[in-house]
């Protein structure tokens, strides 16, 4: 029962934004016909619900329910990267980490269930069409769920997302988007180490730092052209 009046209570109050939503719409200027087909419903049924529609008082219900966390986005077909600049309220930065648990539950489904491990792309959507993928592991999931067990201890004390630390969003959403898939920013030592490469000469070093500025730069680290970057084996140049 208590699941029924939930559903019943969510119910009415995706209808009122529906009423708002159409309401907004027609007061803009668009058509009946048009708002119609947009919102799945006759265009008799549109005139219906918007011809006394109250846009002020749905307005600031609108406006209570988003501040107490109500999970309705302004725009569905929106990007991912909208959690990457950052929440008003601490109830929509806990949606944002309900939907990071979805995917890595998602993640280990696939591990599961395929031969082959998924992809995660570090870079935000806005960065299309660069992409730096990069294999999901249990070791990643893992990682991720920590991350997130962080974040939510510290938002389960929070007022306001202005008295937030470690779980702050940051200013760059390229950095953000990687530390919300727990990807550490690359380290020179690391990266010869995994890729095998040789540098204790200074062409071996070099040639070495330039494939390591070129994956920076492929992974959205850092805007500089990779061959153009600071090299400690370039001594006198920039």
């Known amino acids: 029962m208590a699941r029924v009046r939930r559903a019943a209570w969510r119910l009415e109050q995706a209808e009122r934004e529906r009423a708002w939503a159409l309401g907004a719409a027609r007061a803009e200027g ?11 419903l006759s265009p008799t049924r549109v005139h219906q619900l918007t011809k006394n529609a109250d846009l002020d008082a749905l307005g600031a ?23 990457l600049s950052g929440r008003a309220s601490v109830a929509e930065r806990l949606v944002d980490e309900v939907g990071w648990i979805r995917q890595c539950a998602d993640w280990i489904d696939h591990l599961e269930r395929e031969s082959y491990p998924p992809a995660a792309n570090l870079r935000p959507e806005a960065d299309f069409p660069d992409r730096a993928n990069v294999v999901v592991d249990l070791a990643r999931v893992s990682a991720i769920l920590r991350r997130i067990a962080f974040d939510v201890d510290e938002l389960a004390r929070a007022r306001n997302v202005d008295d937030l630390t470690g779980a702050r969003v940051g200013d760059d959403p390229r950095a953000e ?16 180490r995994r890729k095998n490469l040789p540098w204790r000469s200074t062409r071996q070093g070099e040639a070495a730092w330039d494939a390591y500025q070129a994956e920076r730069h492929h992974r959205g680290e850092t805007d500089q052209a990779p061959y153009t970057a600071y090299s400690p084996f370039r001594p006198g140049r920039a």
């Open 177 to 192: 988007r990687r530390r919300r898939l727990a990807e550490p920013d690359l380290e020179y030592a690391e990266f010869t």
């Open 30 to 40: 668009l058509s009946v016909r048009a708002t119609a087909e947009s919102a799945g």
């Open 61 to 83: 219900a609108l406006g209570e329910l988003r501040a107490a966390g109500w999970p309705a986005p302004e725009d569905p077909d929106g990007s991912d990267d909208e959690e």
